[in-house]
């Protein structure tokens, strides 16, 4: 009887090791298809006619997966032309969906991807402006639908040429008013492209980075400086009154001293 | 009941001696300018001119917007419209908002929102509380109190306005309500040494300079003396790990605002703006005499100037409590809102003390400020402000290797001279202190060594009426001008300056705070 007992008390516990080594094996596969992006590196050259030129560099680490799925910037557009000499990596588009790459990657361990391709329509210059002061508006928004967590994010969106940044308008992360610098930084590079520079950190799954802006066409007013000229010349005429009165004080205190 | 006893009160003095005891701030007076006042508003203009446009037009520097460019173009030319006055200050203040506007350095509703700030409502209120104390005449019976026991010299009067400020400074964290305090007795003081704001003397230069930069340094002394040194003394504990006591502030800076006071008290009347041997003593024919007998001829103290007391000691002590209030209360009353307690009372009808016609509050000075405050606020929120330190700290060039007394020098210097275009104290902290405790780390030096001694400059905002609170309460009256401002002002930044570099390798060396 007691060896009955014993008998089945050691097969159900057979039996629960067994299950529970069932359930922890898929679970083991599926977490060492881990892929964490260290860096993620965004590049958006507008240009003049409204598309933009992107580069994507993507630095892998702890990568075990074979696939890594990333966010297609805009989507897929029609006319979406990738550069094949610029991509390191084998790509196909599967996720049609989710508008995302599915990059293979070169697993275990560090990888770097590169994508680069030309988006057409990227800036609607109608939608865009003109506002106010020949002004226009315009934003980027990056949201972290990669199968991966993003450490550092960095969103470098550069301007046609002969344009410049006047104000940011929004941004995620957002600046508190406590601290002493934004999330983003303007640049400039020896042929005067003017850059924005948003850095966002520890993306997961869903998470935004974005930014909107107004920007200007940069413009040498001449006509600024005749006025400017006028103004003082008009001024200088009109108020020449006041150096007669100073000249006027230094006589009379002269005149004073010479007395006393 | 009350007017009847001020009028009779202040009667005499005001007949024989043409001394006013009801001084209208709201009223601008005439003044007669000198030979090189005249010139400098023909050239200054001119000048403002060629400052915008150099700045508006050059190329974009990295790391700068055109927002950001704009609002230092625009700040730039009113600061020089501000010193040589081709136009009223005011007229000054109207145009940079115009300008900020439509060159695009701040948008439309932030700049005629800046009227809304805390900043202005508390101006507004402390100059109504000010008129309580003028006309219930408890304002002239303070200062002949004070006339009497210390009128004898004006450099004994002078000097006892600096102690009253060193005795104000650790109880009254606001440096506003520090100025009406004291305010409507040193117009009368002034009067009665013969400056008035039709006709100002140096005596009243010395008296409310002296005062305005008491008012300002003494609150570097105390950890608690502005909102700005906590802020400092926060980011030093998150960023550097060294915790700032209220002890350690003091023993640090105390003497050193101490020191400074006594060199503006000794260097102003004697050679900045000397006062002759003669008008060393007051004016009025009887000198201290006759104001004792002014001060016996007031009789008892009235009930209406006791209810006048018992406001501002009301207001007073919410100000100087304010960091008991959410223990008491369960909530915090703001500066702003004490004042306005007081002010609500002074005009209830019977139980308060004034009629809306007694108020004298210089709305001139509150649009001047209103534009000071754009120009300022657009510098900061367009990122101009903190572009600005950055871009000066790297053309110093710091790089690792540098001695630290060149670095420490810099550093001094640029935060005691940074209030002539940062016009917030509490925002220069914000972007300074952490610039600076980053620099000191990259440069191998304790972060502590150069960002305590640069929080102790904070509160130095004593060149221009447009650099703090206090300034242009004192500037509404006419007892100065921007350019006295600013000389008197320069003079004591520098020897501020010297005195602190001294102290970097003495004083503070010996307290541990440099190396």
């Known amino acids: 009887m007691t060896t009955q007992r014993n008998q089945s008390v050691r097969t159900l516990i057979t039996a629960s090791l067994l299950l529970l080594l069932g359930l922890m094996l898929p679970v083991s596969v599926f977490a060492q298809k881990y892929t964490r992006i260290a860096v993620c590196n965004e590049r958006l050259a507008i240009q003049e006619d409204g598309s933009a030129q992107v580069t994507t560099a993507l630095i892998v680490t702890d990568s075990s997966a074979e696939l890594l799925a990333y966010p297609m910037m805009f989507g897929k557009q029609e006319g979406l032309q990738v550069l094949p000499e610029s991509v390191s990596h084998e790509y196909q588009l599967v996720d049609e969906e989710n508008d995302r790459w599915v990059l293979s990657l070169t697993a275990p361990g560090v990888d770097t991807v590169t994508l680069s391709y030309t988006v057409p329509n990227v800036l609607n210059w109608d939608e865009a402006g003109p506002f106010q002061f020949n002004s226009y508006k315009w934003g980027y928004s990056f949201s972290n639908w990669s199968n991966s967590t993003i450490d550092i994010y960095q969103m470098d969106i550069l301007l046609p040429q002969g344009w410049n940044y006047h104000r940011v308008l929004k941004s995620m992360p957002e600046m508190d008013e406590k601290e002493t610098f934004p999330p983003y930084n303007f640049l400039k590079d020896e042929n005067r492209d003017a850059h924005l520079l948003l850095i966002g950190e520890d993306l997961k799954l869903g998470d935004e980075c974005s930014v909107s802006f107004v920007f200007k066409p940069v413009t040498a007013s001449t006509s600024m400086i005749m006025i400017g000229i006028v103004l003082c010349i008009l001024y200088l005429w009109y108020f020449r009154f006041l150096l007669v009165k100073a000249k006027q004080i230094e006589t009379d205190e002269n005149q004073a001293k010479a007395n006393s | ?515």
């Open chain 2, 1 to 515: 009941m009350s007017t009847s006893n001020t009028t009779v009160a202040a009667a005499p003095l005001e007949n024989e001696f043409g001394i006013s005891f009801d001084t209208k701030l709201s009223v601008l007076p005439e003044k007669k300018g000198t030979s090189g006042e005249f010139r400098m508003k023909y050239y200054g203009f001119p000048l403002g001119v060629l400052f915008f446009l150099l700045l508006y037009l050059m190329p974009l520097p990295s790391g700068l917007t055109l927002e950001g460019q704009a609002a230092i173009a625009c700040f730039v030319a009113a600061l020089v419209w501000w010193i040589t006055e081709p136009f009223p200050n005011y007229a000054t203040s109207l145009l940079l908002m115009g300008m900020l506007t439509f060159f695009n350095g701040w948008t439309e509703d932030k700049v005629l929102g800046v009227f809304g700030l805390e900043v202005i409502w508390l101006n507004i209120l402390a100059f109504i509380l000010c008129s309580t104390l003028v006309k219930t005449a408890l304002s002239k019976r303070a200062a002949l109190w004070i006339g009497v026991r210390f009128g004898h010299n004006s450099l004994v009067v002078l000097l006892a306005f600096i102690g009253l400020q060193l005795f104000l400074a650790p109880f009254i964290p606001s440096t506003a309500a520090r100025t009406v305090m004291v305010l409507p007795v040193m117009l009368v003081i002034a009067q009665v040494y013969g400056s008035t704001s039709e006709n100002p003397n140096n005596f009243g230069v010395n008296l409310f300079m002296q005062n305005l930069q008491g008012i300002s340094i003494f609150s570097s002394g105390f950890l608690t003396g502005s909102t700005c040194n906590i802020v400092a003394a926060a980011f030093i504990f998150e960023m550097a790990g060294s915790k700032v006591y209220y002890s350690d502030w003091m023993f640090g800076m105390l003497p050193i605002t101490i020191i400074v006071m006594l060199i503006s008290w000794f260097i102003g009347p004697r050679w900045l703006y000397k006062i002759p041997k003669v008008d060393r003593a007051p004016k009025l024919p009887g000198g201290i005499d006759y104001m004792r007998q002014e001060l016996e001829g007031m009789g008892k103290i009235t009930p209406t100037e006791i209810k006048a007391a018992v406001i501002f000691v009301l207001v007073l002590f919410l100000w100087a409590t304010d960091r008991f209030h959410t223990r008491w209360f369960g909530f915090e009353i703001s500066a702003v809102m004490a004042a306005l307690i007081g002010v609500v009372i002074s005009f209830i009808p019977k139980l308060g003390l004034l009629k809306w016609k007694d108020a004298d509050i210089p709305w001139h000075v509150m649009i001047f400020s209103a534009g000071a405050y754009a120009g300022g606020l657009a510098l900061f929120e367009s990122g101009a402000a903190r572009w600005m330190v950055g871009w000066l700290f790297a053309v110093v060039g710091l790089k690792p290797g540098v001695p630290f007394w060149l670095v420490y020098l810099i550093v001094i210097a640029f935060s005691m001279y940074a209030h002539l275009f940062f016009t917030s104290k509490t925002m220069r902290s914000i972007i300074m202190i952490p610039i600076i405790i980053a620099m000191a780390q990259q440069l191998g030096f304790s972060p502590v060594s150069l960002a305590l001694p640069a929080a102790f400059t904070l509160t130095w905002v004593v060149t221009l009426p447009t650099n703090a609170k206090p300034n242009l309460i004192l500037y509404s009256t006419g007892q100065f001008t921007i350019s006295q401002n600013l000389k008197y002002g320069l003079t004591m930044v520098t020897i501020g300056t010297v005195v602190m570099f001294i102290a970097g390798f003495t004083w503070f060396r010996w307290l541990g705070i440099t190396p």
